[in-house]
């Protein structure tokens, strides 16, 4: 269960960002859609491969 304590007078705008940011942090909804649909673990490999070329080329473009 998430908990967002609240300070005295604290906008209750301020509280709900809070409390969507620990939420998001869970990885709830991810999960949620990622198990909607079935994702072979060949093709979930492919996708983490590319990703990480992806990721090293962009840190080889910056330097």
Do not use: D
């Not at 809070?18 to 490999?45: C, D, M, N, Y």
């Amino acid at each position: 269960m998430i908990i967002v304590p609240l300070k005295e007078g604290e906008n209750i705008e301020r509280a709900l960002k809070k409390f969507k940011r620990k939420f998001e942090k869970t990885g709830v909804i991810r999960e949620l859609r990622s198990r909607q649909a079935f994702v072979k673990p060949s093709v979930r490999r492919r996708e983490e491969i590319k990703k990480a070329m992806y990721v090293q080329k962009m840190q080889e473009n910056e330097e």
